[in-house]
C-alpha cells in the first residue's frame, strides 16, 4: 500500500473487498465464507467463524435500537449492521449552544466510547502481520458533523447568512478532531484517514464557494501535523465530488478514495492517474448489482488498465452490501484478484 501510495513500484495493485456486517443476515453463511476461504488474497488469514455468525453490530447500526452519539445526535436505522441517520439534531435552535460542550476525545470517538490502550493494541497486531497501521477520524468527521448537530438545511442556511455561531461551532469540532490526529501520530501510525462524504448522486452537498470558506481551512489544519510527520493522507468521499476535487487535493491529499462511476473513470484518470494515488472505490449501484459477471470482469479490466500504472498509484475497494446477486459477489472477488496483479 505504502510504495503505491508513493508510486514505488509495488509488486501489485492493492485491493480490498469488505463484506457488510448486514450481509451476514442477507446471504447463506456457508456462502459467503466459502468465497472467503477461496479468495486468500482478498481475505488473507480468514478463519470460519462459529455457525450461525451474528455479528457485533456497532452501536450507530442497531435496528430498533436508537442511539445517543456523544456529540447529542440521536439515530435510528431500519436494518442492522446499516449506519443509521440522525433523527435528532443537539444544536437545531442556536439558543441550545451556549451550555454546548465538546466530547472528550480521550474517552471517546464522537460516535461511541474508545479506547487507546486497545487501539495502540490494534495497531501494534496490524504492524506485526505486515499491514500497515491506519488512523482514522471518524466518518464523517467535519462537515457531516456539523449537519448531525444542527441539520443539513439549517446548516447551509447559516452558511449563506454568515452566522457568527458557526464559526465558534467549527473550532470546537476541529479541536476535538485535533485531539484525535494527535493521539494517532503519538502511536507511529503509517497512513491517516480523514473520511467524509461530500458529494450527492450528482454534485457536491455544498457549493466548492461554501466548502472553501468553511470546510477546507479546517481540513487543512487536520491534515497539517499528519503533513508535518510525513504520513500519508487519505481522503474518502462518496458522491459526485468533481467540482471539489482540485480543492481537496490541494489541501494535502496523498490518497484520494472515490467512487467510479459516479465521478467517471475518464475524469478520475484526466485528473489522478500517475499524480495522486486513487484508492478506486468500484461500483455497487449498477454494474455489480444488476450486470452480469463478464460485466463486472470487463469494468474491472478498464478501470485497471485506465487508471493503473506500473509505478503504482492505483488502489481498489469494493464494499458488499444485501442487494448484489450472489453470483456476483463472487465475480467481483474473482475479478479483483485476477486484475491487481496486471502489471507484475
Known amino acids: 500500500m505504502l510504495r503505491a501510495i508513493r508510486f514505488e513500484t509495488p509488486d501489485y495493485i492493492p485491493v480490498r473487498y469488505h463484506v457488510n456486517d448486514a450481509c451476514w443476515h442477507a446471504y447463506p453463511q456457508d456462502m459467503l465464507c466459502d468465497l472467503m476461504e477461496g479468495h486468500p488474497f482478498l481475505f488473507p488469514g480468514f478463519t470460519r467463524p462459529s455457525l450461525p455468525y451474528v455479528p457485533d453490530y456497532a452501536a450507530i447500526a442497531r435496528r430498533e435500537s436508537p442511539f445517543l452519539d456523544d456529540w447529542g445526535c440521536l439515530w435510528h436505522t431500519a436494518e442492522d449492521g446499516i449506519t443509521g441517520v440522525v433523527t435528532r439534531h443537539p444544536l437545531s435552535d442556536w439558543k441550545d449552544f451556549e451550555s454546548y460542550q465538546a466530547p472528550d476525545p480521550e474517552t471517546c470517538s464522537g460516535i461511541g466510547h474508545f479506547d487507546w490502550k486497545d487501539e495502540a493494541?490494534?495497531?501494534?497486531?496490524?504492524?506485526?502481520?505486515?499491514?500497515p497501521a491506519m488512523g482514522s477520524l471518524r466518518h464523517g468527521h467535519t462537515f457531516l458533523q456539523l449537519c448531525d448537530i444542527r441539520g443539513y438545511e439549517n446548516l447551509l442556511f447559516d452558511m449563506v447568512d454568515g452566522e457568527a455561531r458557526l464559526d465558534r461551532l467549527i473550532a470546537m469540532i476541529e479541536e476535538f478532531n485535533l485531539g484525535i490526529v494527535r493521539r494517532y501520530l503519538a502511536l507511529d501510525i503509517d497512513i491517516m484517514a480523514y473520511p467524509e462524504d461530500l458529494g450527492?448522486?450528482?454534485g457536491p452537498m455544498l457549493s466548492p464557494d461554501m466548502f472553501t470558506n468553511y470546510i477546507l481551512p479546517s481540513y487543512s489544519r487536520l491534515?497539517?501535523?499528519a503533513r508535518a510527520k510525513g504520513v500519508p493522507v487519505?481522503?474518502?468521499s462518496d458522491g459526485d465530488i468533481r467540482e471539489l476535487a482540485d480543492l481537496l487535493v490541494s489541501g494535502g491529499v496523498d490518497?484520494?478514495?472515490l467512487q467510479d462511476l459516479v465521478n467517471g473513470i475518464d475524469w478520475i484518470a484526466g485528473r489522478f492517474a500517475g499524480k495522486t494515488c486513487i484508492e478506486l472505490d468500484v461500483d455497487r449501484q449498477s454494474v455489480t448489482a444488476s450486470g452480469s459477471p463478464r460485466d463486472i470482469d470487463a469494468l474491472i479490466d478498464l478501470e485497471t488498465g485506465t487508471l493503473g500504472r506500473k509505478e503504482g498509484?492505483?488502489?481498489?475497494?469494493?464494499?458488499?452490501?444485501?442487494g448484489t446477486p450472489s453470483e456476483n459477489v463472487e465475480a467481483t472477488m474473482d475479478a479483483m484478484e485476477?486484475?491487481?496483479?496486471r502489471f507484475s
Open 121 to 131: 493494541a490494534r495497531l501494534e497486531g496490524e504492524k506485526a502481520a505486515g499491514r
Open 200 to 202: 450527492m448522486q450528482k
Open 223 to 225: 491534515m497539517e501535523p
Open 234 to 236: 487519505h481522503m474518502h
Open 255 to 257: 490518497l484520494i478514495n
Open 313 to 322: 498509484g492505483l488502489m481498489m475497494v469494493f464494499g458488499l452490501y444485501p
Open 338 to 341: 485476477r486484475y491487481a496483479f
